[in-house]
């Protein structure tokens, strides 16, 4: 089984977040940055587990600068058998799964696991955006995912429940919370990693439908209003008449 | 201008969010909305009575077989022959599964989780867990976008139309749906307006039942913080947050939750936040508009009791 998992950096969720150049870029000084939780907790996972049982071979690949290598390392660590970075900054999610696309069509791979989106820009584009480059099935939000001979099972959330498909493979499919358990590198899949390939690709030129303009921080919230614990009528009535939500 | 909007229906009948996405079309000020629903959808025409001027049905496309290939093939072909010059989603698992491969298709410049009315060509969307909002531009003649729930109201304006059904050919199909388990008596957390949520406050999973009773009051739907669902008190599907679902109700009632930033990140965009604990310095209540300190096992019930005697006189 030959599998290939996409892994993205972000700025960990308690990161203080600034812009630079009037508002028209994020400002990445003094931000930690981490392996995207989708892609390192479930997809990653899921795609080790896989092979472990029946064997092969996983890609881990990042569209991305060589900032990125702590986190292709660290995927490595984890237990991906190879990684390769497409040296391109990912400017929008059509553009990096378009570079993904271009690697991928010549590789052959049975399976592509992404997460189910970045918690920075929550997209949740780039799979179905690399599906449809590589004409493949795709699903969603993946919370299990069994393999079948040539075909797929997955179980995916929809809107107030579960919906399970079966797709031949190869097929995309974005990973989401109860696809795996979180692994955590050892030291023996850190000192591993140091002697796994990581190769560097260079993008294909692709010219961006979007762009952007600018970010805008939220006012921040007016102070709370303090309502008398033993007076709940009047939270009521600020509900109805203030908030008009009731 | 023509834009394209699809409808999505569960079992036939079109959901709240396909009136939402009919009236985001409307008003943008489009004239020309023409609804796109599955060939199982029984009252489509309704989505007239919000703006659409047609409203058609894809033959061969049912609402319990969702395959995103198939879909988006139909939707995107049906776009290049009709001259659409914006496609429209619902930011829900389905849209999020087909806007990304009709943008490939069309070869168009795609914003998603859109949280309001464009400006001209300038799209945005919020980010880095509800901390800023970024602003797009889309490029391409074509555009498409999906929008997040209960971001437009939907109001009727006009009048029923009538439903076409239309054959856009076969396509092989790619994914086959087995089986479907929904949750059922209860607005999905996604859709629904009010959402009263609890956290670990509340000690043990035999005491939700202050949590339901003021839910059932409220005519809400039920959530809860991500250590909740991890042991086992709450369904998996109730857990709200970066980790679970991301929501933005128009009420969030926070009991007995601290308000750590990734608990934050799913539900900071609800347009009226409560919080309830004992705690005066818990975060949650730098976050909301109302706060309530002091016990929840004394509050809740009180409040449950309020809201009922409140839709007693108002109903
Ligand atoms: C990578 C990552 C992702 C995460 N994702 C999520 C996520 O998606 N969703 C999520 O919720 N969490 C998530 N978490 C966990 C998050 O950081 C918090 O640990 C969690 O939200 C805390 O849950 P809680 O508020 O229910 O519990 P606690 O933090 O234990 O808070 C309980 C609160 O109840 C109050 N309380 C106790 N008794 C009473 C009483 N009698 N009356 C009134 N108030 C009372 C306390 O004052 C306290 O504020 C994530 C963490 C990490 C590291
Ligand atoms: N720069 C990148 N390099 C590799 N994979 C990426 C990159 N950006 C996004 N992805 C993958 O696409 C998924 C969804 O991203 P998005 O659609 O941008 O929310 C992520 O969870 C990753 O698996």
């Given amino acids: 089984m030959n599998i290939l998992v996409c892994i993205s950096k972000t700025p960990d969720t308690t990161a203080k977040i600034s812009f630079k150049n009037d508002s028209k870029e994020f400002n990445s000084d003094g931000v930690q940055f ?12 899921r795609a080790i587990e896989i092979k472990e049982q029946v064997g092969g071979n996983v890609v881990a690949l990042n569209v991305g600068g060589s900032d990125t290598e702590a986190i292709i390392r660290k995927a490595l660590a984890i237990g991906a058998d190879e990684a390769v970075r497409i040296n391109a900054e990912p400017t929008d999610s059509m553009f990096t799964a378009f570079q993904i696309a271009e690697y991928a069509k010549s590789k052959g791979f049975d399976l592509i696991i992404v997460g189910k989106e970045t918690i ?20 969603s939000y993946a919370s299990s995912l069994t393999l079948d001979g040539s075909k797929a099972i997955v179980q995916r959330d929809i809107e107030g429940g579960v919906e399970i498909s079966e797709l031949n493979l190869p097929c995309v499919i974005s990973a989401a919370k109860g696809l795996a358990e979180q692994r955590i590198p050892n030291m023996k899949g850190i000192m591993m990693a140091k002697s796994k390939p990581l190769t560097v690709v260079e993008p294909v030129g692709f010219e961006s439908k979007i762009q952007t303009i600018g970010f805008t921080v939220p006012p921040a919230k007016s102070s709370i209003k ?13 509900l109805s008449e203030e908030a008009k939500v009731l | 201008m023509t834009a394209i909007v699809f409808g999505e229906s569960q079992k036939g009948i079109c959901k709240k969010s396909a009136f939402e996405v009919v009236s985001f079309a409307h008003q943008m000020g489009v004239q020309d909305i023409i609804a796109l629903v599955t060939e199982d959808t029984t009252n489509g025409d309704v989505l007239g009575q919000y703006g659409a001027s047609k409203v058609y049905k894809i033959k061969g496309l049912d609402s319990g077989a969702f395959d995103s290939k198939v879909w988006a093939k139909a939707i995107a072909d049906f776009s290049s022959s009709h001259n659409g010059n914006i496609v429209i989603f619902s930011h829900s698992s389905f849209g999020k599964s087909l806007a990304g491969r009709v943008a490939v298709r069309l070869g168009a410049g ?16 919020s980010v880095f867990s509800g901390k800023a909002t970024i602003k797009y531009q889309i490029k391409s003649a074509t555009k498409v976008i999906s929008v997040m729930g209960n971001t437009m109201k939907p109001i009727a304006i006009g009048q029923s139309v009538a439903v076409e059904t239309i054959d856009l050919g076969a396509a092989q199909s790619s994914t ?60 998996h599907h109730e857990h709200v947050g970066q980790t679970g679902i991301a929501i933005r109700p128009n009420l969030y009632f926070a009991i007995g939750i ?24 818990a975060p949650f209540f730098k976050a909301g508009d109302y706060g309530v300190c002091g016990d929840l096992f004394e509050i809740v019930p009180k409040l449950t009791e309020a809201v009922k005697k409140f839709k007693e006189t108002h109903s």
């Fill in chain 1, 226 to 238: 303090m309502v008398d614990p033993n007076d709940m009528d009047e939270l009521v009535r600020l």
């Fill in chain 1, 120 to 139: 920075d820009y929550n997209g949740s584009e780039l799979g179905a955006m690399l599906a449809e480059y590589l004409d493949l099935p795709y699903v």
């Fill in chain 1, 34 to 45: 981490i392996m995207n939780p989708y892609d390192e907790w479930y997809a990653l996972v």
């Fill in chain 2, 176 to 235: 086959k749906v087995l089986e479907i388990k929904r949750v059922e008596g209860t607005v999905p957390l996604p859709e629904a307006e009010i959402v009263v949520s609890a956290g670990r406050g509340l000690k043990d999973p035999s005491n939700w039942g202050i949590i339901e009773d003021l839910a059932k009051a409220l005519g809400a739907t039920t959530a809860c913080s991500r250590p909740v669902a991890d042991a086992g008190w709450r369904p």
């Fill in chain 2, 110 to 125: 795609i914003v998603s989780g859109v949280n309001a009315l464009p400006e001209g060509d300038l799209f945005s969307k």
């Fill in chain 2, 258 to 281: 601290s308000g750590a930033i990734q608990h934050l990140a799913g539900v900071n965009n609800s347009k009226t936040i409560v919080v309830i604990n004992k705690d005066p310095e």
